[in-house]
Structure formats: structure tokens, C-alpha cells
């Protein structure tokens, strides 16, 4: 994903991606001054509907509390330091020698995300693996949350036939 960040829309759009892999404490320290405006700014300007109307209401309170605790903050933000850090490193040494993931991928894509349409979403993934299913659904990038039960049938159809393929 950084290797696409001179993609002004998607680099404007996946701000939090450079915050977050920041030194500490600074990402922690500026997301625990206002956790609950980052939060929501991020679920809204991420979700299809621009607003918390796909989020049920016992899953907007859980995300409010993990925000309340710092070392979940952190967490956070060591996932996409990992993701920056050493992850993006061992994927430029996987691709220099041809390594790839050899076991079927399932990538499920939001159609009213931040414009990764069908044929840019296949051709990063065909850089990690041969064996990729795409599944669209109409949603933001929250997908579970927009359309828990479209993301679910997309899984489950997709485990059903890996496991009969294998």
C-alpha cells in the first residue's frame, strides 16, 4: 500500500497511514488528545454511508472504549509501523526473487472506497500471489460493518471452496 502513496487521492485518503507509523509516542499522544474526534472523523470519512448509520450502536460504543486506553491506541500503531517497517521490506525481497503466497487469497474490495477499482486491486495482489478471488461489495472500507452479512457470505463462499479444491 505505501508504494501507491504518490496517489495523491489514495495518499489524501489513507492520511492516518503515515500518522500512525510515526515515533513514539507522537501518533499515541496526538490520537489520546481528541481519541474520540479521530475516531469518528476516521469511521465517517471511511464508511459508504458518510456517517455512523452502518455501525450498530454496541460495535460505535465498543470502538469509543478501546480508544479510551492507550496501550490499544499503541497497538494500533505498531500494526502499521509493522506493515511500514519490516512487512514492506520482506515483500521488496519477496518480489526481487519471485516469491509468492501460494495459497488462494481472498480479497474482498468496497466499491465506494477511495477509487481501488477492480483491475488496480487484482494487479497489486497479483504481485503477492497467482490464486486470488475478488469479491466486491457495495460498502465504504469498513466492510463488516457496513455489510456484515455480505462480507460473511463472501468468506464463507470462499473457505467452501478452498477446502474442496485442496
Given at each position: 500500500m505505501f508504494e501507491n502513496m504518490n496517489d495523491p487521492k489514495l495518499a489524501?485518503?489513507?492520511w492516518h497511514w503515515t500518522l500512525l507509523?510515526?515515533?513514539?509516542?507522537?501518533?499515541?499522544?496526538?490520537?489520546?488528545?481528541?481519541?474520540?474526534?479521530y475516531l469518528d472523523h476516521?469511521?465517517?470519512?471511511?464508511?459508504?454511508?458518510?456517517?455512523?448509520?452502518?455501525?450498530d450502536v454496541d460495535t460505535l460504543d465498543n470502538y469509543h472504549a478501546e480508544f479510551q486506553q492507550p496501550?490499544?491506541?499503541d497497538?494500533?500503531?505498531?500494526?502499521?509501523?509493522?506493515a511500514f517497517f519490516p512487512d514492506r521490506l520482506d515483500d521488496e525481497a519477496d518480489r526481487k526473487i519471485g516469491r509468492k503466497i501460494d495459497v488462494p487469497l481472498?480479497?474482498?474490495?468496497?466499491?465506494?472506497?477511495l477509487g481501488l477499482d477492480r483491475n488496480r486491486t487484482l494487479g497489486s495482489w497479483e504481485e503477492f500471489s497467482d490464486d486470488i478471488s475478488l469479491t466486491m461489495i457495495e460498502s465504504g472500507?469498513?466492510?463488516?460493518?457496513?455489510?456484515a452479512q455480505n462480507c460473511l457470505d463472501a468468506l464463507l463462499r470462499f473457505f467452501s471452496l478452498t477446502v474442496v479444491h485442496r
Open positions: 489524501f485518503g489513507y507509523i510515526q515515533p513514539e509516542p507522537f501518533p499515541v499522544r496526538m490520537i489520546e488528545a481528541s481519541a474520540n474526534y476516521a469511521l465517517k470519512t471511511n464508511s459508504a454511508s458518510k456517517d455512523f448509520s452502518s455501525i496501550a490499544r491506541i497497538a494500533k500503531c505498531e500494526d502499521y509501523c509493522a481472498q480479497v474482498v474490495l468496497g466499491t465506494k472506497g472500507h469498513y466492510i463488516p460493518e457496513d455489510h
